[in-house]
């Protein structure tokens, strides 16, 4: 059987066992790992693989019917096996946050890719330009000042080196991004002193926006946005034709493709509509399940593709303590789990040595979490002792999947078929 | 010069590089980046190399001062380099707490461990049995429950291997821990019927107890323990001498010292009391400042002690855009840095290219954090624009420091001399 130890420690263990903490990033071949059987180190993080799949068809099916592009946002998992599940689907390309998160799509096979960010720092630039001169990589970035605009069309000149940028545009009290979609002149300007400097299109997130008028402003601010592109197309200030504008994380992404693909200003220009939700792929059953309901509830679209997402993370941990009447103490904690988007929800219960997990009621409630450990309320009269399991699942996958160095995937027998590798 | 992608990734970068998310584990031997020079990728997360010895050398003062053993809680760093510099000034072990980080710290040399948590599972006594038996590992575990007393007793029965244990007390509505110290028959008893199971001594951990009156709860906890203790010792129910009584977290490490040491209860027995305090190492600007601005405020022993604890460890990052007066967005998030206990705290300003960098006031305040991004509050006309460069200080450092999978040591010209090699 797979050892993970056996790889970085001379041999070690005898035991399959996927374990935290061991620090060796080998990719992992090991399979059959039952974890009802306890072959695996608690806590551990899995995927169930037909979710996966189910979530990947989904948002493609959704993309295809709103006739936008999918390109996800990877740096939600940030393990290039599951930008390959999602580009198996049919996605345009995969949107990245950072350089290195760049590099290490490219270096994967992923060959088309928006850094949904700036570039900035001279070594990212030459790292970048270094990869763009040695790969075939497609590559777009956002600008949204004229230092960096300055930096970049400096130093992609003297590289000699295209780069493809898009405009990003931003609102009040946000995060990055152009503020003043009609008074763009005089970023414009600096872009176009260097004709290195390929302007694609515009950019936006509309997730920074929050309230009870979120809709109406989300939808305003798309239109801002659409009656820019209009414009900066028909005065040919792009260097592409069709043009490319892009938005949308995973709370909203209906909306930003219905405003996209029926804009009026956009009526008559050619242009490409891409849509970078990222959570999608793991989803979750905190605020990413809340947002999809309401994307459900208001999205005609969305009501008409058969199935739903379903969150396909879970985290396994033992029962540590249950030291008075209510209480159990679990081994998971923020080193293992997200928790600043709600905390984990208990959702199966397992003893092992019994037929198979036992689904849990809210009663069961992660009421507070330390570094290793979490507090679960539990029913004064609850048959739980320690060394049962709890499997847990999350809100805002993001972030629990930053904790983890290896996930399983796993099948419905609760079997671990495959490791997957995350590059945080 | 050392190239980490050229490990990973053919060759394909030939610059100097120190970069998150490569996925890149090999030890690195690299020294020598500048990151006044932007010789790294940002954000990174480095350690100022004579502040970590520094707080080395004054945790383990404190504790020779106190007559104390010190088993600084190894969870903190994961980093077993830093393990032994903890060593080297002569701590008597390392507190962890999983079993990947028992497995972890024995494998890069640690001799003595105190696994601060239950061992609970069939794969972790495994574990453990195995690491027992091949190795000289003096190690210890918490029990606190009946059912785990069992399950260990029967397995390292069934093995033939002797386990070390100590009884874990602990307070109503805290985490881990028997809830009554008068009342610990039931436990006793099943423990004993394993001779395989050697009772070593007791241990709690007080940093769970909260409020104004946590002080005065604290002394009174831990008084409760050490009759205790004092009351098996007398009643022979240990199966060592001296007896080991161990607590004590980074937040109120001098009162349990102190309780410890001047306990009227033990005064004729014979114990070793064992700290396990673990921010104190790295340090923060945040709530382990706070609580040790209270230590040295309690404790005339901390204040006779040269020096202080300092925060060691920055986080440095590219300033992405200045979209609106008054605010600038960072590219530090949830991924790099710590936020559970407060937001980073804006340190030093750097612009590439100027001599040195500039120690910022409290005008400058990191006001909200995404998962790639923080948004800064800045005056409105402070001169600031993409590409320069903020260092951050942090609160709590365990969960910073599960955030990188390489952190630098640098010295006082901002030069990285070392990486070290977390495993979390």
Same mark, same amino acid.
């Given at each position: 059987?797979?050892?993970?130890?056996?790889?970085?420690?001379?041999?070690?263990? @005898?035991?399959?066992?996927?374990?935290? /903490?061991?620090?060796?990033?080998?990719?992992?071949? /090991?399979?059959?790992?039952?974890?009802?059987?306890?072959?695996?180190?608690?806590?551990?993080?899995?995927?169930?693989?037909?979710?996966?799949?189910?979530?990947? *068809?989904?948002? %493609?099916?959704?993309?295809?019917?709103?006739? !936008?592009?999918?390109?996800?946002?990877?740096?939600?998992?940030?393990?290039?096996?599951?930008?390959?599940?999602?580009?198996?689907?049919?996605?345009?390309?995969?949107?990245?946050?950072? !350089?290195?998160?760049?590099?290490?799509?490219?270096?994967?096979?992923?060959?088309?890719?928006?850094?949904?960010?700036? $570039?900035?720092? @001279?070594? +990212?630039? %030459? $790292?970048?330009?270094?990869?763009?001169?040695?790969?075939?990589?497609? #590559?777009?970035?956002?600008?949204?000042?004229?230092?960096?605009?300055?930096?970049?069309?400096?130093?992609?000149?003297? *590289?000699?080196?295209?780069?493809?940028?898009?405009?990003?545009?931003?609102?009040?009290?946000?995060?990055?991004?152009?503020? =003043?979609?009609?008074?763009?002149?005089?970023? $414009?300007?600096?872009?176009?002193? #260097?004709?290195?400097?390929?302007?694609?299109?515009?950019? #936006?997130?509309? &997730? !920074?926006?929050?309230?009870?008028?979120?809709?109406?402003?989300?939808?305003?601010?798309?239109?801002?946005?659409?009656?820019?592109?209009?414009?900066?197309?028909?005065?040919?200030?792009?260097? !592409?034709?069709?043009?490319?504008?892009?938005?949308?994380?995973?709370?909203?992404?209906?909306?930003?493709?219905?405003?996209?693909?029926?804009?009026?200003?956009?009526?008559?220009?050619?242009?490409?509509?891409?849509?970078?939700?990222?959570?999608?792929?793991?989803?979750?059953?905190?605020?990413?399940?809340?947002?999809?309901?309401?994307?459900? %509830?208001?999205?005609?679209?969305?009501? =008409?593709?058969?199935?739903?997402?379903?969150?396909?993370?879970?985290?396994?941990?033992?029962?540590?303590?249950?030291?008075?009447?209510?209480?159990?103490?679990? &081994?998971?904690?923020?080193?293992?789990?997200?928790?600043?988007?709600?905390?984990?929800?208990?959702?199966?219960?397992?003893?092992?040595?019994?037929?198979?997990?036992?689904?849990? =009621?809210?009663?069961?409630?992660?009421?507070?979490?330390?570094?290793?450990?979490?507090?679960?309320?539990?029913?004064?009269?609850?048959?739980? *002792?320690? /060394?049962?399991?709890?499997?847990?699942?999350?809100? +805002?996958?993001?972030?629990?999947? =930053?904790?983890?160095?290896?996930? /399983?995937?796993?099948?419905?027998?609760?079997?671990?078929? @495959?490791?997957?590798?995350?590059?945080?």
């Amino acid at each position: 059987m797979f050892n993970k130890h056996s790889k970085c420690n001379n041999g070690l263990h @005898k035991q399959a066992t996927f374990e935290k /903490g061991s620090g060796c990033l080998s990719s992992l071949a /090991g399979t059959g790992w039952n974890i009802l059987a306890e072959e695996v180190s608690f806590p551990i993080a899995v995927i169930k693989e037909q979710v996966l799949l189910n979530n990947a *068809r989904w948002m %493609q099916d959704f993309s295809d019917r709103a006739a !936008v592009k999918l390109a996800p946002h990877g740096k939600t998992s940030m393990a290039p096996e599951l930008f390959n599940v999602q580009l198996a689907q049919g996605c345009w390309g995969i949107s990245l946050a950072t !350089v290195p998160q760049v590099i290490n799509a490219a270096q994967h096979g992923v060959q088309r890719i928006i850094l949904a960010n700036q $570039l900035v720092g @001279k070594l +990212h630039m %030459q $790292l970048l330009a270094d990869l763009l001169s040695t790969s075939a990589l497609e #590559f777009y970035c956002f600008v949204d000042s004229k230092e960096n605009a300055e930096a970049l069309g400096e130093y992609f000149t003297a *590289r000699n080196i295209s780069l493809n940028i898009l405009i990003e545009v931003g609102v009040t009290q946000g995060r990055c991004g152009w503020r =003043d979609p009609d008074n763009i002149t005089p970023l $414009l300007e600096v872009i176009k002193q #260097f004709p290195h400097l390929q302007l694609c299109g515009i950019s #936006f997130y509309e &997730g !920074v926006i929050h309230g009870n008028e979120a809709e109406a402003e989300i939808r305003s601010f798309i239109k801002s946005i659409s009656r820019l592109v209009s414009r900066l197309y028909r005065e040919n200030l792009f260097d !592409v034709d069709p043009v490319m504008i892009t938005g949308a994380g995973s709370a909203w992404y209906d909306i930003v493709a219905t405003e996209l693909m029926s804009s009026q200003a956009m009526e008559d220009i050619s242009y490409t509509a891409i849509i970078r939700p990222g959570c999608y792929l793991i989803h979750d059953t905190g605020i990413y399940q809340r947002a999809q309901d309401e994307v459900v %509830q208001r999205s005609q679209l969305a009501c =008409d593709i058969s199935g739903e997402l379903i969150s396909s993370l879970q985290l396994w941990a033992y029962v540590h303590s249950v030291p008075e009447a209510g209480l159990a103490v679990v &081994g998971l904690g923020k080193r293992d789990v997200a928790f600043d988007a709600g905390l984990p929800t208990p959702e199966y219960f397992y003893r092992p040595g019994t037929e198979k997990p036992i689904s849990l =009621d809210k009663a069961w409630q992660v009421v507070s979490i330390m570094d290793q450990h979490c507090m679960m309320k539990i029913a004064d009269n609850a048959l739980i *002792r320690p /060394g049962d399991i709890i499997c847990f699942s999350s809100s +805002h996958p993001c972030l629990t999947m =930053d904790k983890w160095r290896h996930i /399983g995937l796993i099948d419905d027998n609760f079997v671990v078929n @495959k490791t997957i590798e995350t590059f945080f």
